[in-house]
């Protein structure tokens, strides 16, 4: 399992996550990539669309989560306020403690996940399931665990049904 913690952002067009966040093998090249789609940063530089990776999960409270992500090279995950509310939700911003920060509420059944906030950024966190796989190591992410590293079960809570073995760095 990996932590992802996803920033909510109301200017983001679309949720969008570093290149060094994945495995290179599960970015999948769109017609995006191939037609040279762009996205806008703050300050007007034009950041490449790389591909797009689907992100499966649970919430810290065991609530489902699958989103997917276009790759580009923005500094951490953004999740698209735009994007979750064409996806049937509502986005909620209000101040209720230091450490929570809204909701994003799903309109056809209710149910919510929280929204952190945490540096002056809200966001959400999400356990995300993700097989890990020898590697040549380097700087990928998803190389095998080094000596000084070691396997952590499942998120609390998390249930998983699958025989495949699953790993998150600790």
Not at 10 to 23: E, I, T
Not at 62 to 71: E, K, P
Not at 109 to 118: A, F, H, L, S, Y
Request: glycine share 10%; hydrophobic share 35%.
């Amino acid at each position: 399992w990996q932590q992802v913690n996803i920033t909510v952002d109301s200017g983001a067009c679309d949720h969008v996550v570093p290149p060094q966040a994945v495995d290179p093998r599960e970015v999948k090249v769109t017609e995006a990539v191939r037609q040279g789609v762009c996205y806008s940063a703050a300050n007007g530089a034009k950041i490449p669309n790389l591909g797009e990776v689907q992100f499966e999960g649970v919430t810290n409270d065991n609530q489902s989560l699958n989103l997917t992500f276009q790759v580009a090279g923005v500094k951490k995950p953004l999740g698209s306020v735009r994007k979750m509310c064409a996806a049937g939700n509502r986005v909620v911003f209000e101040d209720i403690s230091d450490v929570q920060g809204g909701y994003v509420e799903n309109l056809v059944n209710g149910t919510r996940i929280p929204i952190n906030k945490e540096g002056g950024t809200y966001g959400v966190a999400m356990w995300r399931l993700r097989k890990v796989t020898p590697s040549a190591g380097g700087d990928n992410m998803f190389a095998a665990l080094s000596e000084d590293e070691e396997e952590e079960d499942l998120p609390e809570g998390a249930n998983s049904s699958s025989s495949t073995t699953f790993r998150r760095r600790v």
